[in-house]
């Protein structure tokens, strides 16, 4: 899931948009600086 910040073209955010499909809602804010995983609560991974 992402709050929508717009991605830019090119094989990067390609990538990003690949990375937000594979994570679905567990994911928040991709594409930004850092990804916040909930990989269980009350654990959350940044990536």
Known sequence: MSDGTELGPG??????????????????H???DA???D???PEKLVV
């Open 30 to 32: 991709i594409g930004d």
């Open 35 to 37: 990804a916040v995983l």
């Open 39 to 41: 990989i269980g609560s």
């Open 11 to 28: 094989p990067e955010f390609d990538r990003i948009r690949e990375m937000i499909a594979a994570a679905g809602h567990s994911a928040q």
